[in-house]
């Protein structure tokens, strides 16, 4: 809704005393017509223009309705009747200043529990990737290594008694190559760390997917941890916060990882994507994911639990992972649930419709 000015809130008290006198006299219902317009200032305009309006509501009922000769009986009922007015606008006044002080305080917490939940959201990226700091040394190093390696060859190719130009232009291709991919991890990276407010934007649900592998991939081969994807080619994209879904997926992950630590015998995560049509809505089109590992599986008893904020089944964690990731799906109007994966694990199961509305 557009926000009037001062200028223009005035006026519309103004204008709608006006009104009600205009309309007051052929009707004969001073009090209902300036009963709405007080409403009415007080409902676009505010504390301020609604006292406008009271005050000249009574005096053009005063003035208009009161100011007529009339007999002494008719004379004490209309000033009952003027009273009862005056009582019933400024009633009315101080309930409309009430639900607007209560509407602001409302709004005012609502942007506090956001910008709450924005830094804690932002802490818990930090964090995580605080943990995951050595995989990520490793995987900018290896194209960095790659890339002097290659600058090395081209310089022997290039100080030969004879230089092989041709030879040379290949390492330095692969050298770009290889400080480009650098580039791109370490911009990826920065996008997990970003701070900022929600940004929706069309996202290639299969790419946050490979991205992520790559970010964990030496904390994956470190715990000898196998993955399998199944990922649908033809995933339309959806509007999204790409930042917030890399971080539903990384913790997803990360969880994952955590589970398979210390198991004997197989360590595979399995990551799969599809399309999936909402059963009671033909046209609201859903994308799933699934990440099943081979780990310790759900708590038991507690399975329900893990998204609670402050549960944990780790002596290091801080509880906040699931629940946050659990907060980010829904806000993007989808449900993030978990599932056992028999023989042993746990299965964590994604939906997101394509065409979605933030919810709060």
């Given amino acids: 809704m557009k926000v009037l000015s001062k200028l223009q809130r005035y006026g519309l008290a103004i204008i709608s005393c006006g009104v009600a006198l205009a309309l007051a006299g052929p009707i004969d219902a001073p009090s209902s017509c300036f009963l709405l317009a007080v ?23 005063a003035y208009f309705f009161l100011g007529r000769p009339s007999p002494p009986a008719r004379e004490s009922t209309s000033l ?12 009315v006044t101080v309930l409309m200043e009430i639900k607007r002080r209560a509407e602001e305080s409302r709004s005012r917490s609502e942007e506090a529990l956001r910008q709450a939940h924005a830094e804690l959201a932002h802490a818990n990226r930090v964090t995580t990737m605080g943990e995951l700091t050595a995989s990520l040394a490793h995987e900018v190093n290896q194209p960095i290594a790659a890339a ?59 790419e946050i997917i490979r991205e992520m ?20 080619a033809d995933l339309p994209k959806l509007m999204g916060d790409r930042v917030q879904l890399q971080q539903v997926l990384m913790n997803l992950m990360v969880n994952s990882i955590d589970a398979m630590k210390n198991v004997e015998g197989k360590r595979e995560l399995a990551i799969k994507s599809q399309r999936a049509q909402d059963e009671d809505e033909d046209e609201d089109e859903q994308l799933t994911m699934s990440l099943s590992d081979t780990g310790v599986g759900l708590p038991p008893q507690q399975a329900d639990h893990i998204f609670n904020a402050f549960f944990t089944t780790k002596t290091d964690g801080t509880g906040m992972g699931l629940r946050i990731s659990r907060s980010i799906v829904e ?23 394509t065409k979605i509305e933030a919810h709060e």
Avoid: Y
């Avoid at 009952?80 to 606008?89: K, Q």
């Avoid at 290039?158 to 911009?187: F, G, N, Q, W, Y």
């Fill in 39 to 61: 409403t009415v200032s007080g409902l676009f305009g505010g504390l301020g223009p609604n006292l406008l309006s009271v005050a000249l509501s009574a005096l053009a009922f």
């Fill in 80 to 91: 009952l009747r003027f009273a009862a007015f005056l009582a019933a606008i400024l009633l």
């Fill in 148 to 206: 002097v390696t290659d600058a090395n060859t081209c310089l022997r190719w290039l100080a030969r008694d004879h230089p092989d130009v041709e030879e040379a232009r290949e390492a330095a291709m692969r050298m770009a190559k290889d400080a480009t991919r650098a580039a791109e991890i370490i911009s990826k990276v920065r996008q997990v760390f970003k701070k900022g407010a929600q940004q929706r934007e069309l996202v290639d649900v299969n």
């Fill in 213 to 232: 592998i790559v970010l964990l991939r030496k904390e994956l081969s470190s715990q000898s941890i196998a993955v399998r994807t199944e990922l649908a």
């Fill in 331 to 353: 806000s993007h109007g989808g449900r993030l649930w978990a599932t056992d994966n028999h023989p042993r694990g746990a299965i964590f199961h994604l939906t997101i419709p």
